[in-house]
């Protein structure tokens, strides 16, 4: 399947005439026909478009809930996962929050440690997870805030919140984490204002799938891990191949496990092992067993 192309996030966003795919007739594509993915209409995972298709503005949509009506975008563009909602705060005033949540690398590290924690160590590691996400934004937002500015020079990036909730359903028992900010809705405010573009941005280098997070230091798995370490958070890392893992896992107790989908118990071979000759007889080596997680202490 072709891989959908990176939006180009840092120009202005504009307001432009929503697009529908075009319609096919039944039979008019061959059996191996594959999309392409520059053509096909974005609106289902635009937060903008989304919200703008239902409610014209944001006043609009604080109605519908002060009406009881939830007003809430939830998805991604290439990168972490995002949300957009509307809120009412205790006081009456209504506002926009925009959040991006954990994801990649440090999603896996802070499910791990948060295994490894356990019920006797969650308030630190909440705590500490908290902190080293204040560290990160630290690092991140003149980053995203200078890149933007080379469209938009006098952009100024918002300094983000870092945020911990609740467990969500059929997640991994952990609570979410993730930055937000808020942005005031008047009379007169356009989603477009409900924007932050630093923030959109910084969803890309939280997936590590892109190259945006490739130039960071603080975003590499070893420093990442520091982070985490200096700040309480119990990080555990494979020797050799440099997962996150964890044995305290309720389906894996006592087995060194790691989230990505690549791994699970199963360790990267070393190299050597791949350049032994293969049997001449049979087609299986001891290779084929694979390698156990080799856990190593993070370093200060």
Known sequence: ???????NRKAPRQ???RRSAPTQQAGSQPADWEPDWESLPDADFDPLSALADR?????????????????EWIGDVEGAKMRHRVLLADNGEAVVEQAVFLDGTLEQMVLCAAHQAGEHGRDQLHTGVLAALDALHTVIRPIVEARVRTVRPDYTAAVLESFQEAPEPNGPGTPVFGWRTFHSVGPDTTWDD??????WNSSTMMSGLIEDSDDVPELQPPQLARLLHDHGVPVILCANCGDAITDRHPRWSGVWVSPSN???????APIPALQRPAPKLGWLTDAEFCYPHQPALVSA
């Open 194 to 199: 409900t924007i932050d573009t630093a923030t």
């Open 262 to 268: 690549d791994s699970g118990p199963l360790c990267e």
């Open 1 to 7: 399947m072709p891989k959908k192309r990176k939006k």
């Open 55 to 71: 409610y014209s503005t944001p006043a609009d949509a604080v109605k519908a809930v002060q009406a009881g009506e939830p007003v």
């Open 15 to 17: 307001n432009s005439p």
